[in-house]
Nanobody, 121 residues
Framework: QVQLVESGGGLVQPGGSLRLSCAAS????????MSWYRQAPGKERELVATVSSIGGNTNYGDSVKGRFTISRDNAKNTVYLQMNSLKPEDTAVYYC??????????????WGQGTQVTVSS
């Protein structure tokens, strides 16, 4: 059974930090690119950050560049999102995502259940 379980969300003041974790099971974690997405109320889900399967490549959304860092530990089947200098506009539900592309037309995609991050004073 495939599972992606996020943790580490919560309430934090502006300027603070949080570290999200996503523990994966039920699939070969090291084969999958891992991403964090977020969705704020009334807004579309947006890509926050992506890390390649072996961790050599990372990409970030423009709104989080320089503040957030994505990393992974393939030995622990876990991906992390370190969030620094948090702003109220970072408030959202954060989702973990796993993707393995078999071809340009076929991919295996898994989602976690999400964890709430609220940035407020």
């Amino acid at each position: 059974q495939v599972q992606l379980v996020e943790s580490g969300g919560g309430l934090v003041q502006p300027g603070g930090s949080l570290r999200l974790s996503c523990a994966a099971s039920g699939f070969t974690f090291s084969n999958y690119a891992m991403s964090w997405y977020r969705q704020a109320p009334g807004k579309e889900r947006e890509l926050v950050a992506t890390v390649s399967s072996i961790g050599g490549n990372t990409n970030y959304g423009d709104s989080v560049k320089g503040r957030f860092t994505i990393s992974r530990d393939n030995a622990k089947n876990t991906v992390y999102l370190q969030m620094n200098s948090l702003k109220p506009e970072d408030t959202a539900v954060y989702y973990c995502n796993a993707v393995f592309r078999y071809s340009s037309e076929k991919a295996s995609v898994y989602w976690g259940q999400g964890t709430q991050v609220t940035v407020s004073s």
